[in-house]
T-cell receptor, first 117, second 110 residues
Framework: GAVVSQHPSWVICKSGTSVKIECRSLDFQATTMFWYRQFPKQSLMLMATSNEGSKATYEQGVEKDKFLINHASLTLSTLTVTSAHPEDSSFYIC?????????????FGAGTRLSVL | QKEVEQDPGPLSVPEGAIVSLNCTYSNSAFQYFMWYRQYSRKGPELLMYTYSSGNKEDGRFTAQVDKSSKYISLFIRDSQPSDSATYLCAMMGSDYKLSFGAGTTVTVRA
């Protein structure tokens, strides 16, 4: 149980285009999902907290107009990198949080490697 | 100062050795302490989760938390080549946000 699927696993795009990444909880409902960014040989940095049916909460320094987050259902959150540039190239990872007594456990997707040319 | 500091490594050990991984933290509000394993270009996988000070065992893994010293450890007994990965400590307060250490890369040599 507690499987989180992230798609695509790898995407290459041209500078100036937008890329959408999907995060799905396959066997549980996730009121809250989180989006992280990870640079090579560095740890995960939280970008934003995504709550179903409401606006995402962004961490300090993260441009909300550049990283659009939508959490339209209890099993799906999407991250859209708008007008991507080479400096946006990174590993993006989502996680989903179960409600109830397991609320403190986050289950992670496999990540999406974004390469912007 | 970072909220979570993790021994940087890398660590290289022979098969069968005990691996010791450590993190310190500064935020007294952290309530939950986790260890994740991450293989290259994959998402983190939860290994151990603890709430209180003390030890918790799960197979070859032992997690230790000392809240008074703000120090956590993970021990891997009888290490196997398949344990080669990056290990991340992570901590969470009442806001349910995770703060990660930088990770320690472990290589277990056959």
């Amino acid at each position: 149980g507690a499987v989180v699927s992230q798609h695509p696993s790898w995407v290459i795009c041209k500078s100036g285009t937008s890329v959408k990444i999907e995060c799905r909880s396959l066997d549980f409902q996730a009121t809250t999902m989180f989006w992280y960014r990870q640079f090579p040989k560095q740890s995960l940095m939280l970008m934003a907290t995504s709550n179903e049916g409401s606006k995402a909460t962004y961490e300090q320094g993260v441009e909300k107009d550049k990283f659009l987050i939508n959490h339209a259902s209890l099993t799906l959150s999407t991250l859209t990198v708008t007008s991507a540039h080479p400096e946006d190239s990174s590993f993006y990872i989502c996680s989903a949080q179960q409600e109830g007594i397991a609320k403190n456990i986050q289950y992670f997707g496999a990540g999406t490697r974004l390469s912007v040319l | 100062q970072k909220e979570v500091e993790q021994d940087p490594g890398p660590l290289s050990v022979p098969e069968g050795a005990i691996v010791s991984l450590n993190c310190t933290y500064s935020n007294s509000a952290f309530q939950y302490f986790m260890w994740y394993r991450q293989y290259s270009r994959k998402g983190p996988e939860l290994l151990m989760y603890t709430y209180s000070s003390g030890n918790k065992e799960d197979g070859r893994f032992t997690a230790q938390v000392d809240k008074s010293s703000k120090y956590i450890s993970l021990f891997i007994r009888d290490s196997q080549p398949s344990d080669s990965a990056t290990y991340l400590c992570a901590m969470m307060g009442s806001d349910y946000k995770l703060s990660f250490g930088a990770g320690t890369t472990v290589t277990v040599r056959a």
